[in-house]
């Protein structure tokens, strides 16, 4: 389809120009327009094959309620879905872990949009499942690429996406039920960085490719609390984070919006920026 001579793609691209130019146009602050080069979808697909955490009796349902040709001739389908809250590509709102904290339909799209950074923590983090990600990494980063500014979402490439969905090899077990937490095997951010990222850097998300913020030994999911407590949420299970450079990226994340929801499934897009 076209719209005077341009594709669709070209007509949105046009539109969010105008759409930035007319914002910037109204503010005392000016701030440069950035065309996306490239959209990179972050999430999995919701299917038989979704990860859970080990314990949680519920997986990703998908019922056909109608699918076929109707009596009047046409075609029509509709199908129920039934998941948990938290599973594959999925959004924790702050009141997972605080008990003030915003829930999923509270949270601002101001949190959920905005420029985002990429650490590569891979090196250490596939030679070590019980990796935990420090400050010490983020400042190798930073003197790189330059100080993470604040309220900006940081994205941590641990290089454990690879492994998805193989539980085994995600999780570190194949176990299911509570017999499989002990056992959990996969990387995290230490707490003490978590409260680091919250007070020094003042992120507004946090997001990695792995099934939790804390690392699978976690018994008090510390850095959740600590992310939480300051209203920041999180993303877990986020894909494709080998796409996407250190930076000049800009991030959608949209969950399901849930009332009252601790979490919820996302979907999760970056645009390359030029």
């Not at 919250?198 to 959740?224: C, I, W």
């Amino acid at each position: 389809m076209k719209f005077f001579g341009l594709t669709f793609s070209q007509t949105t691209l046009v539109a969010i120009f105008i759409l930035a130019v007319e914002v910037s146009c109204t503010t005392k602050e000016y701030s440069p327009v950035f065309i996306a080069t490239e959209w990179i979808d972050l999430s999995y697909a919701f299917d038989s094959t979704t990860l859970y955490w080990p314990n949680n009796p519920d997986g990703f349902q998908h019922r056909v309620d109608a699918e076929g040709v109707t009596d009047l001739g046409y075609y029509y389908s509709s199908y129920t879905i039934l998941t948990p809250e938290h599973g594959g590509t999925h959004l924790d709102a702050p009141i997972h872990f605080y008990e003030k904290g915003e829930t999923v339909d509270e949270l601002p799209l101001s949190k959920l949009t905005g420029e985002a950074v990429v650490i590569d923590v891979s090196e250490q983090a596939l030679a070590d499942r019980d990796y935990l990600i420090d400050s010490v990494a983020i400042l190798s980063w930073e003197a790189e690429h330059g100080k993470i500014p604040a309220q900006v979402m940081v994205l941590f490439r641990t290089g454990y996406g690879k492994f998805y969905p193989d539980r085994k090899a995600y999780f570190g077990t194949a176990k299911m039920g509570e017999d499989a937490i002990p056992e959990l095997h996969f990387p995290g951010i230490q707490p003490e960085t978590a409260v680091w990222l919250a007070k020094s850097r003042n992120v507004k998300a946090v997001g990695l490719d792995t099934p939790s913020l804390d690392y699978g030994q976690s018994k008090d999911f510390a850095a959740h609390q600590a992310l939480m407590e300051h209203q920041i949420p999180g993303f877990e299970n986020v894909a494709n984070l080998d796409l996407l450079p250190a930076t000049g990226i800009y991030v959608v994340a949209l969950p399901m919006k849930i009332k009252g929801g601790s979490g919820g499934p996302l979907r999760i897009i970056a645009a390359v920026m030029e």
